[in-house]
C-alpha cells in the first residue's frame, strides 16, 4: 500500500502571510485604562495582555489573554459592542472562588447576574445536565440580550456552549477557560457539545463564542498533572506549525512547568495563534485543514480507549500518541530519528509520559478503527515531515503502525 499525502501544512511562503495576516488584527496592551484598574487591585500586573482576533467575518471574535485579567470583564463585554445587561454564570464547582470574584466585578458593574454551579467531570456532560441548564435559563428569564459565561475547563466549556447554542435558537457566549486544555484549545473554536453513553461529543454544535477571556491566574489552582497534560496540547502546536513555540518550550521547560507567569502567557497566546488560524481556514471542519490539529491523537483516542477512560488525562494520552505518530513518520522515512529523540526529550522534559506499560499494538489497532474520525474504513495519520509541518496520510499499512507502535513502546525512555 503506498500512503496518500491528503492534506499538509501551508508551505513556507503562505504560513509568512498568514502570520502578517495575524499581525495586523494583533496588539499588545500593557494595562486596561485607569476606571477598570478601580474596579480591583488585581488589574495591576507587570504582564502586557495580549489580543487575537479570531477572524470569521461577522463571527468573529477577540481572545484576551494575561495574568489576573479576569475583573476587566464588565469593560470587555462592553467592547463587544452589543448590549447585555443579563449575564449567566455557569461555572464548574471547583472554580467557585473564581466565579465569585468575576460575579462581584459584573455586579460592580451593575450587571444583573444569574450563576449555577456545574458538578465536575466529564458524566456532567450530559443530556440530563444540560435540560437542567436550559431549565434555569427560562425560569431566569434568559432571553437574546442575556449572555452566557462559561468558567471552568473544556467540560463545562462545551455543555455551557451547547447550551447557549441551542437556548432561544442561540444566546452569545463567552469563554472562560481555567484549565490549561480549555485555554489552549476547547474554548476557541466553536465546537459545543455534549456526550451519549459511550459516544463522546457526538450530540452538538458549531456556536462561536463572542469573546474569549483568559487569565493564566487562574491556573494557579489546577492540579500539576492536569497542568502538565495541557502542555502536551501546547508542544502538538510547535509540531504542526509553530517551531518557534517547540524551541521556546525547549529554552524554557523549567520556567513553563514552573508555571513561571510570563511563560505561561506566552504559550497560550501562541497557542492560540495557532488555533485561531486554523479555525479561520476550516471553522466547521469541511476543508480537512482543521484535520491537522489531530496530530497525536489517533494513536491518543485509542489509547484512551484500551486503557479505560480516565486512567490517563487526555493530554498524557496525547503525549504518548505524539511519541507513536512520530516514530511512524520515522519507519515511513519522513523524519530522521533525531526528530524523534527531540520531540521526545521535550515531553520528557515537560514531564510528559511517552509510553504506557504493556500497551497491545494489536488492539490499539483495532480500537483505532473505531475512531470517530476514520471516515469509510481509511484511517487517516497526520505525520510530520520536519519541525513545523504536517501531512495528513492515508493508506498506511497496518504492519507499519503496528511496527512503530512497538518500537515507540520499547524505545529507551
Ligand atoms: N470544544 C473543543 O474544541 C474541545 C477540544 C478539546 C477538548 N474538549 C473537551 O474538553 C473536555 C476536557 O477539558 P479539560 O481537560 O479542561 O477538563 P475538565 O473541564 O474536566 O477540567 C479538568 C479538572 O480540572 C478542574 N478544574 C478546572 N479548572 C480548575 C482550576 N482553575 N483549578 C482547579 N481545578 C480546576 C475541573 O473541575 C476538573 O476536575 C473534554 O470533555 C473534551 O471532550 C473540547
Ligand atoms: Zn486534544
Redesign the pocket.
Known amino acids: 500500500m503506498i500512503p496518500t499525502v491528503l492534506f499538509a501544512t501551508l508551505d513556507e511562503r503562505k504560513r509568512n502571510t498568514r502570520c502578517e495576516a495575524e499581525r495586523l488584527v494583533y496588539n499588545t496592551k500593557t494595562s486596561f485604562s485607569s476606571a477598570q484598574k478601580d474596579l480591583s487591585m488585581e488589574t495591576s500586573n507587570s504582564i502586557a495582555t495580549r489580543e487575537i482576533i479570531v477572524q470569521l467575518r461577522e463571527r468573529s471574535y477577540p481572545i484576551h489573554i494575561g495574568h489576573e485579567i479576569l475583573s476587566g470583564m464588565p469593560e470587555l463585554l462592553n467592547a463587544t459592542g452589543e448590549s447585555c445587561v443579563h449575564t449567566i454564570l455557569l461555572y464548574?464547582?471547583?472554580?467557585a472562588a473564581?466565579a465569585l470574584r468575576l460575579g462581584k466585578s459584573l455586579e460592580r458593574a451593575e450587571y444583573r447576574i444569574s450563576s449555577a454551579a456545574i458538578p465536575?467531570?466529564?458524566s456532567s456532560?450530559s443530556v440530563e445536565r444540560l435540560e437542567e441548564i436550559w431549565r434555569f435559563l427560562l425560569s431566569e428569564h434568559t432571553d437574546r440580550s442575556s449572555v452566557v459565561i462559561a468558567i471552568?475547563?473544556?467540560?463545562?466549556?462545551?455543555l455551557a456552549g451547547f447550551a447557549a447554542a441551542t437556548f432561544a435558537r442561540g444566546i452569545r457566549l463567552v469563554q472562560v477557560p481555567?484549565?490549561l486544555?480549555?485555554q489552549v484549545?476547547?474554548s476557541v473554536?466553536g465546537?459545543?457539545?455534549i456526550n451519549l453513553p459511550g459516544t463522546?461529543?457526538i450530540v452538538g454544535a458549531f456556536w462561536q463564542p463572542s469573546l474569549v477571556v483568559i487569565d493564566t491566574q487562574?491556573?494557579t489552582?489546577?492540579?500539576q498533572r492536569?497542568y502538565l497534560?495541557?502542555l502536551a496540547e501546547v508542544v502538538k502546536y510547535g509540531i504542526i506549525m509553530l517551531p518557534e513555540l517547540f524551541e521556546f518550550l525547549e529554552h524554557n521547560a523549567s520556567r513553563v512547568v514552573g508555571r513561571d507567569r510570563e511563560a505561561m502567557v506566552n504559550i497560550v497566546e501562541q497557542s492560540c495563534l495557532c488555533k485561531a488560524s486554523v479555525v479561520k481556514e476550516d471553522e466547521r471542519e469541511t476543508s480537512g485543514r482543521r484535520a491537522i490539529l489531530n496530530y497525536g491523537h489517533t494513536f491518543a483516542h485509542a489509547i484512551e480507549s484500551v486503557t479505560g477512560y480516565g486512567t490517563l488525562?487526555?493530554g498524557e494520552a496525547v503525549a504518548i500518541g505524539m511519541h507513536m505518530a512520530a516514530t511512524l513518520a520515522m519507519f515511513l522515512g519522513r523524519v530522521d530519528q533525531g526528530f524523534v529523540d527531540r520531540q521526545r526529550a521535550l515531553l520528557q522534559q515537560l514531564e510528559l509520559p511517552i509510553q504506557f506499560p504493556n500497551l497491545s499494538p494489536n488492539k490499539l489497532w483495532h480500537a483505532m478503527q473505531h475512531d470517530k474520525k476514520v471516515e469509510m474504513g481509511k484511517l487517516r495519520f497526520v505525520l510530520p515531515t520536519r519541525l513545523g509541518h504536517v501531512e495528513l496520510v492515508q493508506g498506511i499499512s497496518q504492519d507499519s503502525v503496528i511496527a512503530a507502535i512497538a518500537a515507540s513502546a520499547s524505545s529507551e525512555a
Request: charged share 25%; net charge negative; no cysteine.
Open positions: 464548574d464547582e471547583n472554580v473564581i465536575s467531570g466529564e456532560k471552568g475547563g473544556g467540560v463545562v466549556g462545551d481555567t484549565t486544555l480549555s484549545d476547547s473554536g465546537k459545543t457539545g463522546k461529543n487562574s491556573l489552582s489546577l492540579p492536569e497534560s495541557g488525562l487526555h
